[in-house]
């Protein structure tokens, strides 16, 4: 029986991470860099990203996800 909630597990985990990939797609820390310093290159205003709570900055995002990869490594 231990051996059929383990299958049970080991699939739903795939599922979430196959879900989880397509939302959030995962970035290297190197390419989160290189667009964080074109951004700074162009001058121009921080790009924003459209959320359902309204408008956020784009490197609010980016430092969560280099945190979050940083952990990882």
């Known amino acids: 029986m231990p051996n059929v909630f383990g299958l049970l597990i080991k699939e739903e985990w795939k ?15 190197e390419d989160l860099r290189r667009m964080i ?9 921080s790009p924003t990203v ?3 709570e309204g408008r ?5 995002l980016v430092g969560v996800s280099v945190r979050t990869q940083e952990k990882k490594e």
């Open 37 to 45: 310093e074109e951004i700074e290159r162009e001058g121009k205003s």
């Open 56 to 60: 956020k900055p784009f490197e609010a």
């Open 15 to 29: 599922k979430m991470s196959e879900e989880v990939a397509r939302v959030c797609p995962i970035v290297s820390l």
């Open 50 to 52: 459209k959320t359902k």
